[in-house]
């Protein structure tokens, strides 16, 4: 394996350079049907949320949801990285997804018979995020299974406007279901999206020159252990990565509960009908969202990375503060644009340059701490998120989580000179 990933940039671009990675076969199937499935998750996040909110009305319930549905990321993911270097890749994804399809299955049998309860719904969230969390550093690492280094990049950025396209079109159609079918009709509907993404790994196929023997098996406990820590140790001795993953990081700690608030603002401050609330408040973020990641998939190996990286978590900042305290709907809805288009401009960015940045063996590793880094604080976000907008209000805890982001960008950007010069 090559030691280090080309990281020169092409002299000349190919035509139809904005969607050249939907060339390679295997990406094309993949890209779909992730795509049809992530519609499928943002129906039931909408609706899930507002399900919760119903049963409860307390912002508390929400942020305890959002946990169990992430707290797996905090003890799964490393060594879902270590595994992601071991075994077959598009197999542990295919068994993930399918447990995750079962579970938004039966939780739609559950809300269709009337039996739903809030501790079903917290154990539910809890089996479907570690599936997630299995999967995740897999699903990293898939992609340059699926294309050639020349169009990482490119991959990543079209992987990235799927996966915000999703956003914006879920809650659409979440607000169109929630009117016609009932709650249920969206959780059944994720349950059944599922199958795209199954379908399309089970289609995806690769040559002799992709597959590559593991170094040991991976019920040899003793090397996994060491393939951890040597993981850690790598990451550890190179600042640049380390302090990528440190952006991620914190970014998604203080400034991802803003996720879990929603149906608080729609309903309790700017007075929305809560179905549809949902729907325009998510939706909005996934424009801006979809927006960026569009803008980064025709720029495709631009330069000056790093700060794109810096000013991206900064303008994220800026916007959750104006969010938390605004009370007018068109300007919340600019502010939850503009923080969906900062938060791709700086985490899609990140995990182009950790990619770049990292050797072959090590990426399942390296990718799961990237993962750990911003899904994995997210419990820990959303529990602190949760009591303190019970306590306090939703507003202060935004704005605070606001606040410290926009601090440690600043200190950053002021003293690491090598991470602003990243191309």
Request: charged letters at 15%; hydrophobic letters at 55%; glycine letters at 10%.
């Amino acid at each position: 394996m090559a030691a280090q990933l080309e990281t020169t940039e092409p002299k000349v671009r190919r035509a139809g350079g904005m969607f050249r990675a939907l060339s390679h076969r295997n990406f094309r199937l993949f890209w779909t049907g992730a795509f049809l499935s992530n519609v499928g998750t943002w129906m039931q996040a909408v609706a899930q949320g507002l399900l919760v909110y119903q049963l409860t009305n307390s912002p508390f319930w929400l942020g305890l949801d959002a946990f169990m549905a992430t707290a797996p990321g905090l003890v799964l993911t490393l060594l879902a990285g270590v595994f992601a270097d071991l075994v077959d890749r598009r197999r542990l994804l295919l068994f993930t997804q399918i447990g995750a399809g079962l579970s938004a299955f039966t939780l739609a049998i559950l809300i269709w018979t009337g039996v739903v309860q809030i501790w079903m719904i917290l154990l539910l969230s809890f089996l479907t995020g570690c599936c997630f969390a299995i999967a995740g550093p897999s699903y990293q690492a898939f992609t340059l299974d699926l294309v050639n280094r020349e169009d990482l990049a490119n991959a990543i950025a079209l992987n990235s406007t799927q996966f915000q396209f999703s956003r914006v079109i879920g809650p659409a159609l979440a607000g169109v279901a929630l009117k016609t079918f009932g709650l249920a009709g969206c959780f059944f509907a994720n349950a059944f999206s599922f199958v795209a993404v199954i379908v399309s790994l089970k289609m995806v196929r690769f040559g002799e020159e992709k597959v590559a023997a593991p170094s040991h098996s991976v019920k040899d406990r003793r090397a996994i252990w060491q393939d951890l820590k040597e993981g850690l140790r790598y990451v550890r001795h190179r600042p640049r990565v380390f302090m990528l993953i440190m952006i991620s990081g914190i970014t998604s700690l203080f400034g991802a509960p803003y996720m879990s608030m929603i149906p608080v603002y729609a309903r309790d401050i700017l007075h929305m009908d809560p179905n549809t609330g949902n729907s325009i408040l998510m939706g909005a973020s996934g424009a801006g969202a979809l927006f960026g990641a569009l803008l980064l998939a025709y720029l495709g190996d631009f330069k000056r990375k790093g700060w794109s990286v810096l000013m991206g978590a900064f303008f994220f900042s800026l916007c959750l503060i104006g969010f938390a305290y605004s009370t007018r709907l068109l300007l919340s809805l600019a502010f939850i644009f503009g923080m969906g288009f900062a938060i791709v401009s700086c985490v899609a960015v990140i995990n182009t340059l950790l990619q770049k940045l990292v050797t072959d063996e090590m990426r399942g590793r390296v990718m799961s701490m990237f993962i750990l880094s911003f899904i994995g604080t997210m419990p820990i976000g959303n529990f602190i998120a949760g009591a303190a907008a019970t306590r306090f209000g939703a507003p202060p805890t935004l704005a605070a989580g606001g606040i410290i982001i926009a601090i440690f960008v600043l200190v950053v950007t002021l003293h690491d000179k090598r991470l602003r010069e990243l191309h």
